[in-house]
């Protein structure tokens, strides 16, 4: 059986009760989010609103190679495993930026919203030319590509299976 990716949503929110700005926090997610450990066989891309019911709020994206990855560090519930935690007790260097993330907003981690999805169906005519969907590199053209998420409801009468 081929292993499938699991994509996981989950919502960030920046504390503007507290004087945070959308300036600050997206300066800080740049130069030191980026930055901090992953746990293996995991990417994230953070977004932003550009249009639609969410403008202008974040939702950070997990790209997993396979569900069994995601298990080994997030339970269904949400929270970290055993594993979790040895992955971050072997990166003390992260807890000054997560400590700062945590100030600027939601990290993600509970309590934030979040649902996980596995890949269902995948276009081949798009002409999206493959690449990543961020990268800010010295000496490099910038890269940060529109990403559109829809989300669709079935009609009366019509199941998972039949869609």
């Given at each position: 059986?081929?292993?499938?990716?699991?994509?996981?949503?989950?919502?960030?929110?920046?504390?503007?009760?507290?004087?945070?700005?959308?300036?600050?926090?997206?300066?800080?997610?740049?130069?030191?989010?980026?930055?901090?450990?992953?746990?293996?066989?995991?990417?994230?891309?953070?977004?932003?609103?550009?249009?639609?019911e969410?403008?202008?709020?974040?939702?950070?994206?997990?790209?997993?190679?396979?569900?069994?990855?995601?298990?080994?560090?997030?339970?269904?519930?949400?929270?970290?495993?055993?594993?979790?935690?040895?992955?971050?007790?072997?990166?003390?260097e992260?807890?000054?930026?997560?400590?700062?993330?945590?100030?600027?907003?939601?990290?993600?981690?509970l309590?934030?919203?979040?649902?996980?999805?596995?890949?269902?169906?995948?276009?081949?005519?798009?002409t999206?030319?493959?690449?990543?969907?961020?990268?800010?590199?010295?000496?490099?053209?910038?890269?940060?590509?529109?990403?559109?998420?829809?989300?669709?409801?079935?009609?009366?009468?019509?199941?998972?299976?039949?869609?």
């Open positions: 059986m081929t292993r499938m990716p699991v994509f996981t949503f989950q919502y960030i929110a920046i504390d503007t009760e507290a004087g945070v700005t959308p300036e600050e926090f997206e300066t800080f997610v740049r130069g030191e989010g980026v930055h901090l450990p992953v746990y293996p066989g995991w990417r994230w891309t953070l977004l932003r609103g550009l249009r639609g969410r403008t202008g709020q974040y939702l950070m994206l997990y790209e997993i190679e396979s569900a069994e990855q995601r298990d080994r560090y997030v339970t269904a519930r949400g929270e970290q495993t055993e594993a979790a935690r040895q992955f971050w007790a072997r990166h003390p992260a807890e000054a930026v997560l400590a700062r993330w945590r100030r600027l907003g939601t990290f993600a981690e309590p934030t919203l979040f649902t996980d999805y596995r890949l269902l169906a995948d276009n081949p005519r798009s999206v030319t493959p690449g990543p969907r961020y990268r800010d590199r010295p000496g490099e053209e910038p890269v940060a590509r529109v990403i559109g998420i829809h989300n669709l409801a079935l009609r009366a009468g019509v199941t998972e299976e039949v869609f």
